[in-house]
Nanobody, 123 residues
Framework: QVQLVESGGGLVQAGGSLRLSCAASGRTFSSSPMGWFRQAPGKEREFVAGRSLSGGSTYADSVKGRFSISRDYAENTMTLQMNSLKPGDTAVYYC?????????????????WGKGTLVNVSS
């Protein structure tokens, strides 16, 4: 059974920072590209950032230069450091274990999802 549990969401003012964490159980973490997606009210789920098995990172254009993704294989955790937050970043953020060997940006190619953590950025 694969479990992904997010933490670290909350309310922050525009310009502030938050650090999201994803704790993974099962062997999926060491054998899958991992990433973060988000879903704002009334909008579709969208890709935010991904980390490949080789250590490469991929980011959505909207977060490049502000967000940073990392993963710790020893602890089976993944983090998303979010800086210079904007009201447009408000969404539920989901940890994702992806299918295949490379980072994917489509939610349809995700094998496992966490339950999500809410990030609320006030103006």
């Amino acid at each position: 059974q694969v479990q992904l549990v997010e933490s670290g969401g909350g309310l922050v003012q525009a310009g502030g920072s938050l650090r999201l964490s994803c704790a993974a159980s099962g062997r999926t973490f060491s054998s899958s590209p991992m990433g973060w997606f988000r879903q704002a009210p009334g909008k579709e789920r969208e890709f935010v950032a991904g980390r490949s098995l080789s250590g490469g990172s991929t980011y959505a254009d909207s977060v490049k230069g502000r967000f940073s993704i990392s993963r710790d294989y020893a602890e089976n955790t993944m983090t998303l450091q979010m800086n210079s937050l904007k009201p447009g970043d408000t969404a539920v953020y989901y940890c994702a274990a992806m299918r295949g060997l490379v980072v994917v940006t489509s939610p349809l190619a995700v094998d496992y999802w966490g339950k999500g953590t809410l990030v609320n950025v006030s103006s």
